[in-house]
């Protein structure tokens, strides 16, 4: 596909599948917005070397997106948006009685209503330009829950409302929305993780991987970011001109269930 010329802004996007689908869609010629809350040296070298890896204008923003204005801000000064991955998210985990409250806001706040504030900021100029692609990264929990994430499955549900109302709005427009859900995802996050456990359950490490990080993805492998940003990447082809308003599964069949 090519998608030289358009600018994609991935929220998220400085690491794990942010970064996985910021390099799958360079890879297909988007000029390409980087973005985190912080803003270190290394957080614009990287928006450089995916410059020069692809040969594609790449630049990052700090927006903290638990602030509606950043988000809109962010927008902004992306100077133009064609691509939309709403992308950034955080995880807490505890039994609803226990959930500090102000965990609760955030995780909403980053997971759910960033999406809006961005959304709402990028439409327009996609309106203005002709031509726009929003693809959310949702979650298996977008479509299934689990017990002591309340906030984090209450946020991927309601993203996955969002992009349905997103995408009637833009229907007779050459706009789509979709959602994107994976399952667990091998990022340098989750691999941290495994030592632990295997200490924690006394099991090697083929036997952690099968029988507790992804007791509930049948296939009992990880997705890639790879394979993520590849799907995003998809949506945004021509391929994809009749796709809007649904959800795609990256879980190994975890929603099959």
């Known amino acids: 596909m090519d998608l030289k010329g358009k600018t994609a802004i991935v929220t998220g996007s400085n690491s794990g599948i942010g970064l996985g689908v910021a390099e799958a869609l360079a890879g297909a010629g988007a000029g390409v917005i980087l973005n985190s809350f912080?803003?270190?040296?290394?957080?614009?070298?990287?928006?450089?070397?995916?410059?020069?890896?692809?040969?594609?204008?790449?630049?990052?923003?700090?927006?903290?997106?638990?602030?509606?204005?950043?988000?809109?801000?962010?927008?902004?000064?992306?100077?133009?948006?064609?691509?939309?991955?709403?992308?950034a998210g955080i995880q807490h985990v505890a039994p609803i009685p226990d959930f500090p409250a102000a965990k609760w806001d955030a995780v909403i706040a980053i997971n759910l209503t960033s999406a809006f504030h961005t959304t709402a900021a990028a439409l327009p100029g996609m309106r203005?330009?002709?031509?726009?692609?929003?693809?959310?990264?949702?979650?298996?929990?977008?479509?299934?829950?689990?017990?002591?994430?309340?906030?984090?499955?209450?946020?991927?549900?309601?993203?996955?409302?969002?992009?349905?109302?997103?995408?009637?709005?833009?229907?007779?427009?050459?706009?789509?929305?979709?959602?994107?859900?994976?399952?667990?995802?091998?990022?340098?996050?989750?691999?941290?993780?495994?030592?632990?456990?295997m200490k924690t359950h006394g099991m090697d490490r083929e036997t952690v991987i099968r029988q507790v990080m992804l007791a509930r993805q049948p296939s009992k492998q990880f997705a890639t970011v790879e394979q993520v940003g590849g799907t995003v990447a998809f949506l945004c082809s021509p391929a994809a001109d009749q796709i809007t308003g649904t959800t795609i599964s990256v879980d190994g069949g975890w929603t099959a269930l």
């Open 38 to 87: 912080t803003d270190r040296p290394e957080d614009h070298a990287l928006a450089d070397s995916l410059s020069a890896r692809f040969g594609v204008p790449c630049r990052y923003i700090s927006a903290d997106m638990s602030r509606g204005d950043d988000c809109r801000r962010l927008v902004t000064d992306a100077g133009g948006c064609d691509i939309l991955v709403n992308n």
């Open 128 to 197: 203005a330009r002709g031509w726009g692609r929003v693809v959310n990264v949702a979650s298996a929990h977008g479509l299934t829950a689990s017990p002591f994430k309340s906030a984090y499955v209450a946020a991927k549900h309601g993203i996955v409302g969002l992009t349905k109302v997103t995408a009637l709005e833009t229907a007779e427009e050459p706009i789509t929305c979709n959602a994107v859900c994976p399952g667990y995802v091998l990022t340098p996050l989750v691999e941290s993780q495994i030592p632990d456990q």
